[in-house]
């Protein structure tokens, strides 16, 4: 499964917020509605935003050639890509290695080519780290393992076979998956629209819960694990991922589960120290007020829709990476893997 191509200098999304019920392609060949693409949730997920916004940069060069003055005109671009969306590292880092190139290359038209280039190289570079990092993640997991995840960290996320899905996906080919609960992730439903729908596809068990019972279950006993992804991580540890998963870290310590994230290195932010310095998006009401576009509250209601949360270090048990599963101390764990 995967949700982003690139075909004849043009960028194909599949369209995430459609899904499960159409399977609509949407094709792009302006960088500018790419970006607000990315705003919207066509396209959604870390890694997946990184690989769409490299794709984004090469139409915007393709767009400028023969612009006067085409190193400026990619700045401003970048810019525009950069606005998208705020938390998930992988935009700026994808940006930063697209805007790198280019520098390497004359920042010139005669670059496009490269350009190109380089944007699939960090998209086939994020599918083989989410191989790896699945077959890491996948020895942490027991046999007949019960996991929980939370929000989407699947092949539609990145650029194929996912981060905690990729865990997922590995030990499940090993033979120790009895059942995937997925949290369906209020409040635009990520997880039952685009992790159930995964899951059900690839055949592998998966029941759906909604977000407020994922504490009775642990309860019960029916939790081994809780694996899910990340957006941004910090030097220590703390990272920000879809609101909810600091929830589910609470209750998975009190419960005694193991908690699990799982990460490409392009979602870690070595230049933040901890997890208070990461910006955290906040979105319109009307998700909130609105359920797939049905009203569900009062229209006068004051909201608050932060997309994501912080988890501190304290509540993981390890760090699933394409380097190794990483156990504490993280900050210092993550700075030999990584600094
Ligand atoms: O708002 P979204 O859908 O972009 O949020 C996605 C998540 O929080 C994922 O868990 C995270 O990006 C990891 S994806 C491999």
Redesign the pocket.
Known sequence: MDAIRWEGNTLYLLDQTRLPVQEDWIAYTDFRSVARAITD?VV??????GITAAYAYCLAALEFRNAPDFAAAMEQAEQVLAAS?P??VNLFWALRRMADCLKANGSTPEAIDVLIQEAQAIHEEDVEMNRTLGDFGAAVVPAHARILT?????SL??GGY???LGVVRSAFNQGKVDMVYADETRP?L?GARLTAYELVHDNIPCTLITDNMAGFLMAQGKVDLVI????RMAANGDF???IG?YSVAVNARYHGIPFYT??PSS?IDLSIEDGSGIPI?ERPGVEVTHLAGVQTAPEQVRTWNP??DVTPHQLLTGIITERGVIYPPFKENLAKLFG
């Open positions: 949730m959604r997920g870390a890694p997946a935003i969306r938390t998930a939370h929000c989407n960290a699947g996320a990145t996912g981060t905690a635009l990520q899910l992804g990340c957006d920000a991922n879809k998963t799982a990460l979602t998006e997309a994501f």
